[in-house]
């Protein structure tokens, strides 16, 4: 997590890996749950507060994401929208996780950012988008 490198768990077209989605709603992240951070204690402090904030904002994403689909099942794109809403969860999560270093999260807190994760999804689900177009 860091730099410019790969580490973060998303690739340079937003992707994290291979993901399920579909419409159905799932649960979401719950930032008390992950390892406990190591560090200086102004660090965890810090690391927290930046873990929080990225967990709230893909939660929120998310909810946003399955609430418009809701309402609007027969829109491909809002369906493509939740897919890749999940998958960066489900990317989130994985490297959350399995960060348990104060000082690896402030560092990748640009990564973590609510309009980074934003724009993650829109990549991600311009990407589904792109794929479905390919194939017809």
């Known amino acids: 997590m860091g730099g410019r490198g790969g580490s973060s768990g998303f690739d340079k077209s ?41 967990v709230d904002a893909i939660n929120a994403s998310v909810k946003f994401y399955e609430d ?16 890749a809403a999940h998958e960066t969860r489900k990317t989130l999560e ?6 348990s270093s104060a ?6 807190r640009g990564l973590l950012d609510k309009t980074r994760i934003k724009n993650e999804i829109q990549n991600l689900a ?3 988008e792109l794929e479905k177009a390919r194939k017809k």
């Not at 799932?26 to 690391?47: C, F, H, I, Y």
């Open 14 to 54: 937003g992707r994290g890996g291979s993901g399920d989605s579909g419409g159905k709603r799932s649960n979401p992240l719950d930032a008390s749950k992950m390892p406990e951070l190591t560090g200086t204690e102004k660090q965890v402090k810090w690391a927290s507060d930046i873990r929080k904030q990225a």
């Open 68 to 83: 418009r689909l809701a309402k609007n099942p027969k829109i491909v794109a809002y369906q493509d929208e939740v897919r």
């Open 94 to 99: 994985a490297v959350l996780t399995q960060i």
């Open 103 to 108: 000082s690896k999260i402030i560092d990748g």
């Open 126 to 128: 311009h990407k589904y």
